[in-house]
């Protein structure tokens, strides 16, 4: 009589798409290819379905995809009650039908190689494609698909993402038709899309070899040169870096929505709501949380776990309250229940509206600039052990928001260790009061009109918005924007009936 459970088992089968035609291929890290007649050992590349025997799909069904549910209530007093509730949730992977990818061969791209290290010209506008452009040739060349030139495919260990998900809470019945609730909720990601084709290369330089510094962009003789042709490797020398690559016979390697990102996320959530009486209604939440992952973009491809940082949607304190307020006087209310007519419509039935939030801001991401263009694109500075947080009013430290002089720019060839997102340095925060004014005017009990003021940031407060966060800037630590809207107020007549 006084307990509730709630049990079930969800099986989630994603089975992989196919192409009418099967213009669709993957990336294959253990692909035998030809270019190792010119280094032996290598491998990798392009593969296509349908070709040589092999299915139509790009990736293996993903069949045990086991869905668990578990939901509890259960009333521990008669105004208290316990609730729990657990489950693993699937969500749809690029295994479904949403559209193709990996169709590289049966399009044409013809990349602009700029430079091959960053800082030297390789190509100029005046004449940007030497070579001429690319034919579209299929899976005609098999794995020396785009030899010498970036690829962007998918790869086949592509999985279902999944979420695990908890909520515990304890919700009590108080005086004055008030109910108090308080929850703990926890989520965690699995296997999560990075949806991002910059975040991760394959086909990065192993950090080990940053110890030969600039040796690296140096000019060496290229093994491919009259066996095979294209892209970077078209003359007869390439930079050292090239040919260290683990894959030299391509520059980037990108995995198009790759698998293997995670989140974390925890929060201690209270809510008091209060039913509508006495000519008073209001729901107020606070909740302190904390939400990690591991970002989208790598500054290292060989330790994605050391991108794990604050999330930078993370709030760690986030106050909200709506209400809702009959001014207690005029007709039918606790003052001046009796007055006249006349007098009621000009001084009763008065109601005032408002919703308030504070919240803390984001964390902020600070940047450096890449000076070595054969490892990602993300750059993060160096810290000299000290914190940045400025402490005062914000609108006192625009020209500087935080410490400037502990960051740096790393030197070249090597990685900065500043987080992805600093856990001590935010934007700023939100302090916000919406707030509206309501005037019935009761003519007879069917037809009254309604006026209405709103104002949104009633007080103007400015919410300032993010600084400059690259080192090299001359602008780093300044704030130069407005985050919100000023204060709007607008004014209405409604006439109901």
């Known amino acids: 009589s006084n307990l509730t459970l709630n049990l079930g088992l969800r099986w989630d089968i994603d089975t992989p798409r196919t192409e009418r035609y099967n213009r669709t291929n993957y990336f294959d890290p253990n692909a035998p290819t030809p270019a190792a007649q010119a280094i032996p050992g290598l491998t990798g590349g392009l593969v296509f379905v349908g070709v040589d025997g092999r299915p139509r799909t790009q990736f293996p069904a993903d069949t045990n995809n086991w869905a668990p549910r578990f939901g509890l209530s259960w009333q521990l007093l008669p105004k208290t009650v316990f609730r729990a509730g657990y489950a693993i949730l699937y969500g749809p992977s690029q295994q479904a039908a949403a559209g193709t990818i990996g169709t590289m061969g049966f399009r044409t791209d013809n990349t602009w190689v700029a430079t091959l290290d960053g800082i030297t010209p390789n190509t100029y506008l005046r004449d940007p494609y030497p070579n001429g452009f690319a034919p579209t040739l299929g899976s005609q060349l098999g794995t020396m698909t785009q030899f010498g030139n970036r690829i962007e495919a998918t790869t086949r260990d592509i999985v279902s993402p999944h979420s695990q998900q908890l909520n515990v809470n304890i919700q009590r019945d108080l005086p004055g038709n008030t109910v108090l609730e308080v929850a703990y909720v926890m989520t965690r990601g699995f296997h999560l899309h990075r949806n991002d084709e910059g975040g991760l290369s394959l086909n990065q330089l192993d950090p080990k070899h940053m110890a030969l510094g600039s040796r690296l962009i140096e000019q060496v003789d290229n093994p491919f040169y009259g066996r095979f042709s294209g892209g970077v490797l078209s003359g007869r020398r390439v930079s050292r870096a090239q040919l ?10 990108i995995p198009i929505y790759s698998v293997g990102a995670r989140n974390w996320y ?15 209604q209001f729901q107020a939440a606070y909740t302190w949380a904390k939400n990690l992952d591991e970002g989208m973009a790598h500054q290292n491809s060989y330790d994605i776990r050391a991108s794990k940082a604050l999330s930078d949607i ?5 106050f909200i309250i709506g209400y809702v307020y009959e ?18 419509l000009a001084l009763g039935s008065w109601q005032v509206n408002g919703i308030t939030t504070f919240q803390t ?34 609108h006192e430290r625009l ?9 740096s720019q790393p030197l070249p060839y090597t990685f900065g260790n500043v987080s992805p997102r600093l856990p001590d340095v935010r934007n700023d925060g939100v302090r916000n009061f919406d707030i509206s004014l309501f005037k019935d005017f009761m003519f007879t009990e069917r037809l009254r009109l309604q006026f209405r003021t709103e104002a949104l940031n009633a007080f103007n407060t400015p919410r300032f918005g993010t600084p400059a966060n690259n080192v090299t800037s001359g602008t780093v630590g300044v704030i130069s924007s407005q985050a919100n809207a000023p204060r709007q107020i607008q004014f209405g007549l409604k006439l109901i009936f």
């Open 244 to 253: 260290l690559r683990p894959y030299p016979q391509f520059t980037d390697i």
């Open 266 to 280: 925890d929060s201690l959530q209270v809510t008091g709501n209060k039913r509508f009486s006495h000519g008073l």
């Open 314 to 318: 993370d709030v760690a304190h986030r």
């Open 327 to 344: 001014l207690p006087w005029g007709r039918g209310r606790h003052w001046g229940r009796g007055w006249p007519r006349a007098l009621d």
């Open 361 to 394: 801001g984001t964390p902020i991401q600070i940047t450096a600039s890449n000076t070595a263009g054969i490892f990602n694109l993300v750059t993060r500075p160096n810290n000299n052990g000290r914190s940045a947080k400025l402490h005062g009013p914000v």
């Open 399 to 407: 020209n500087k928001y935080f410490d400037t002089s502990v960051f």
